[in-house]
């Protein structure tokens, strides 16, 4: 169904990319296809048949992100709700349609608000996501039913590759239905099982589900407001009250929410989503509005009411069990751990998940995989590190205190070619070997190596490696290894410092 803008003076307008160091007409509006502008045309050319064409340069991250966020303002009429790149949005509103008056009166909501922003918007309705897909593409004359107004459509409501649809063109099919009467076992035959497969998706004959942008969450919320709410502070306090709801129902189940997701859907159709997480469950709703209050005052993008917000949303996508806690009789927390975990989210909100760290040990040989910085907001179950040998307490320990990423090329002269280290030249210092340990032979990951999970880059930086644990005239400890060995791997192995001991 096309809506299309009340009348403007705006000109045509059209989007360029440079191919082959030409600049050509990428995306069109409709005012400038009709002056017989077309994509795959020289901007040359465009601008001497139209000079008052308005050219902007492609920008497909922007154009993604954009879509996106009307994705997420999508989510108020269904959360089916999905991305269908480059320019389109697909909605299931199975079992939503009812809550805004039916269909017709649910589509007409959402055309009216994408018109508020001037964007210009095709929607139709059909029994499948490829039958509405096609309808709105593809707008033709008017049918007495679904079925017939789908094979009236041409072959390019297919969503062929190039090359097939123009094979069912010359082979003189125009129109679903021309195809749709040519016996299968010919489509496949000539044209390739693909042509039948969206044949059978476009009729309603298969089945293709819906891939959602958004996972449908454990608990979820809404406060629809009467009218259009302007204040910001007011949207807030709303949300205060669906924080206070949704911790009533995680405690009904004996949860703690990890993630929080709020939105704020404005009148005029976008959305402000805000995320929080938690590094251990929380059902604590001050705690929870104090994580929003800083994602807040953190975001580039103010929360902004615009002409106003109509609805506040609340989600917790991720729950896990929290069993009920008692305080100690002599007072103080409830858990070991809940002040640090308090500040590792504070800190995770206001900063991004990616900017505090800690370090998980990781069960491997290899020293450098030895350890992963991973978010410090992400849970992880008890590990232990290493510990030495009991039988040696006293023992100096065998990995250094400080690694170099990556290991450091050093000279080397050895009193046989694959004894240990005698002297060596390490950033234009010669160091003298007074006491060395080793070797402590390493070897490679053979069996990744054998399944053929390493390419050959990968497999050259985990050849046998023979460390030494060395002390230089100065006093100064440090961990090197020759990297391959003499007559095997390597003709001439390198040798370099991997670390450095207290």
Same mark, same amino acid.
């Given at each position: 169904?096309?809506?299309?803008?009340?009348?403007?003076?705006?000109?045509?307008?059209?989007?360029?990319?440079?191919?082959?160091?030409?600049?050509?007409?990428?995306?069109?509006?409709?005012? %400038?296809? =009709? +002056?017989?502008?077309? *994509? /795959?045309?020289?901007?040359? &050319?465009?601008? @001497?048949?139209?000079?008052? !064409?308005? $050219?902007?340069?492609?920008?497909?991250?922007?154009?993604?992100?954009?879509?996106?966020?009307?994705?997420?303002?999508?989510?108020?009429?269904?959360?089916?709700?999905?991305?269908?790149?480059?320019?389109?949005?697909?909605?299931?509103?199975?079992?939503?349609?009812?809550?805004?008056?039916?269909?017709?009166?649910?589509?007409?909501?959402?055309?009216?608000?994408?018109?508020?922003?001037?964007?210009?918007?095709?929607?139709?309705?059909?029994?499948?996501?490829?039958? %509405?897909? =096609? +309808?709105?593409?593809? *707008? /033709?004359?008017?049918?007495? &039913?679904?079925? @017939?107004?789908?094979?009236? !459509?041409? $072959?390019?409501?297919?969503?062929?590759?190039?090359?097939?649809?123009?094979?069912?063109?010359?082979?003189?099919?125009?129109?679903?239905?021309?195809?749709?009467?040519?016996?299968?076992?010919?489509?496949?035959?000539?044209?390739?099982?693909?042509?039948?497969?969206?044949?059978?998706?476009?009729?309603?004959?298969?089945?293709?589900?819906?891939?959602?942008?958004?996972?449908?969450?454990?608990?979820?919320?809404?406060?629809?407001?009467?009218?259009?709410?302007?204040?910001?502070?007011?949207?807030?306090?709303?949300?205060?009250?669906?924080?206070?709801?949704?911790?009533?129902?995680?405690?009904?189940?004996?949860?703690?929410?990890?993630?929080?997701?709020?939105?704020?859907?404005?009148?005029?159709?976008?959305?402000?989503?805000?995320?929080?997480?938690?590094?251990?469950?929380?059902?604590?709703?001050?705690?929870?509005?104090?994580?929003?209050?800083?994602?807040?005052?953190?975001?580039?993008?103010?929360?902004?009411?615009?002409?106003g917000f109509d609805m506040v949303r609340l989600a917790v996508p991720r729950a896990e069990p929290l069993a009920a806690s008692q305080l100690a009789l002599e007072g103080g927390a409830a858990k070991e751990g809940a002040d640090v975990a308090a500040l590792l989210d504070a800190l995770a909100?206001?900063?991004?998940?990616?900017?505090?760290?800690?370090?998980?040990?990781?069960?491997?040989?290899?020293?450098?995989?030895?350890?992963?910085?991973?978010?410090?907001?992400?849970?992880?179950?008890?590990?232990?590190?290493?510990?030495?040998?009991?039988?040696?307490?006293?023992?100096?320990?065998?990995?250094?205190?400080?690694?170099?990423?990556?290991?450091?090329?050093?000279?080397?002269?050895?009193?046989?070619?694959?004894?240990?280290?005698?002297?060596?030249?390490?950033?234009?210092?010669?160091?003298?070997?007074?006491?060395?340990?080793?070797?402590?032979?390493?070897?490679?990951?053979?069996?990744?190596?054998?399944?053929?999970?390493?390419?050959?880059?990968?497999?050259?930086?985990?050849?046998?490696?023979?460390?030494?644990?060395?002390?230089?005239?100065?006093?100064?400890?440090?961990?090197?290894?020759?990297?391959?060995?003499?007559?095997?791997?390597?003709?001439?192995?390198?040798?370099?410092?991997?670390?450095?001991?207290?």
């Amino acid at each position: 169904m096309w809506r299309p803008l009340p009348d403007q003076q705006v000109p045509p307008t059209a989007f360029v990319e440079k191919v082959r160091g030409a600049m050509r007409l990428c995306t069109l509006d409709s005012d %400038a296809m =009709a +002056l017989g502008l077309a *994509p /795959g045309m020289a901007l040359a &050319d465009a601008r @001497a048949q139209v000079p008052e !064409l308005r $050219v902007f340069d492609v920008d497909a991250h922007a154009d993604q992100d954009w879509l996106e966020r009307l994705c997420d303002g999508a989510a108020r009429y269904t959360p089916m709700a999905a991305v269908d790149p480059p320019d389109g949005l697909m909605l299931d509103i199975s079992g939503c349609a009812h809550l805004f008056g039916g269909e017709i009166a649910l589509m007409e909501d959402a055309v009216a608000r994408l018109l508020r922003r001037d964007i210009r918007v095709r929607a139709a309705l059909g029994n499948t996501a490829e039958a %509405a897909h =096609a +309808l709105a593409r593809f *707008p /033709g004359r008017p049918a007495p &039913d679904e079925d @017939a107004a789908i094979r009236r !459509l041409p $072959v390019a409501a297919l969503r062929l590759p190039p090359d097939s649809e123009a094979s069912l063109r010359r082979a003189g099919l125009k129109t679903v239905g021309e195809v749709a009467a040519r016996p299968l076992s010919t489509l496949a035959a000539r044209f390739g099982a693909e042509a039948v497969d969206a044949l059978h998706l476009l009729l309603g004959q298969a089945a293709h589900p819906l891939n959602p942008r958004r996972v449908a969450p454990a608990i979820q919320i809404d406060h629809p407001f009467a009218e259009p709410v302007a204040r910001t502070e007011y949207a807030v306090a709303a949300l205060e009250q669906l924080v206070a709801q949704a911790c009533v129902q995680l405690g009904e189940r004996a949860q703690g929410g990890r993630r929080f997701h709020a939105t704020f859907f404005r009148s005029d159709g976008l959305a402000f989503p805000l995320r929080v997480e938690t590094s251990l469950p929380v059902r604590d709703p001050p705690a929870i509005m104090r994580l929003f209050a800083e994602r807040m005052e953190s975001v580039s993008d103010p929360l902004d009411p615009g002409f106003g917000f109509d609805m506040v949303r609340l989600a917790v996508p991720r729950a896990e069990p929290l069993a009920a806690s008692q305080l100690a009789l002599e007072g103080g927390a409830a858990k070991e751990g809940a002040d640090v975990a308090a500040l590792l989210d504070a800190l995770a909100t206001r900063a991004g998940r990616n900017r505090v760290l800690r370090l998980a040990p990781v069960d491997t040989h290899i020293p450098e995989q030895g350890q992963l910085a991973l978010p410090a907001i992400e849970s992880r179950g008890p590990a232990q590190w290493q510990a030495p040998p009991s039988e040696y307490p006293h023992a100096p320990p065998t990995r250094p205190i400080h690694l170099f990423d990556p290991p450091q090329r050093i000279d080397v002269m050895a009193q046989v070619p694959d004894g240990p280290p005698h002297r060596f030249r390490w950033r234009r210092a010669l160091h003298e070997v007074t006491r060395f340990e080793g070797p402590e032979r390493i070897a490679p990951q053979w069996w990744k190596i054998a399944d053929g999970q390493l390419e050959k880059p990968e497999q050259d930086r985990f050849l046998t490696r023979d460390y030494y644990r060395v002390e230089d005239a100065r006093g100064r400890r440090l961990w090197i290894f020759r990297h391959g060995l003499y007559g095997t791997e390597r003709s001439n192995p390198a040798w370099y410092v991997h670390g450095l001991f207290a």
